[in-house]
Nanobody, 123 residues
Framework: QVQLVESGGGLVQAGGSLRLSCAAS????????MAWFRQAPGKEREFVAA????????LYDDSARGRFTISRDDTKSTAYLQMRSLAPEDTAVYYC????????????????WGQGTQVTVSS
C-alpha cells in the first residue's frame, strides 16, 4: 500500500555530513509516521529516529540525538535524515519505514520498508 524509496547515501569522511531522503507513495502515505532505522554488518536493525504524521513531534535514539535531525517536507510525503558529525560507527544501510502507531522504536510496529541506502563513513 505504501512504497518507500531511500536516496542520499554515499561515502563521507569522519566529521562530515549527509542528508538522506525517503520518498513515500501509494495509499495515504501522509497518514503514517515515518522513521529511519539502520543495520550494520553482522548487527541487528536498530532504530535511529521517527517523526509523527504532522511532523510536529520527533523521537531520537541516544546515538542520534544532537547529531541527526529528522524532518518531513510540506507535503508530508518525504522524510529526511540530516546527519552531522558522522563517525565510522554510523556506517550502515539506512532504511526508511512507516507505521500508524506513532513514535515507536520497535521494528515490528512498522508496516512498510524501503530497500535501504548505504552510508559509509571513513576514518
Amino acid at each position: 500500500q505504501v512504497q518507500l524509496v531511500e536516496s542520499g547515501g554515499g561515502l563521507v569522511q569522519a566529521g562530515g555530513s549527509l542528508r538522506l531522503s525517503c520518498a513515500a507513495s501509494g495509499r495515504s502515505p501522509t497518514s503514517y509516521s515515518m522513521a529511519w532505522f539502520r543495520q550494520a554488518p553482522g548487527k541487528e536493525r536498530e532504530f535511529v529516529a521517527a517523526i509523527t504524521r504532522t511532523g510536529n513531534s520527533k523521537l531520537y535514539d541516544d546515538s542520534a540525538r544532537g547529531r541527526f535531525t529528522i524532518s518531513r517536507d510540506d507535503t508530508k510525503s518525504t522524510a529526511y535524515l540530516q546527519m552531522r558529525s558522522l563517525a565510522p560507527e554510523d556506517t550502515a544501510v539506512y532504511y526508511c519505514a512507516v507505521t500508524q502507531l506513532g513514535l515507536v522504536r520497535t521494528r515490528s510496529a512498522y508496516d512498510y520498508w524501503g530497500q535501504g541506502t548505504q552510508v559509509t563513513v571513513s576514518s
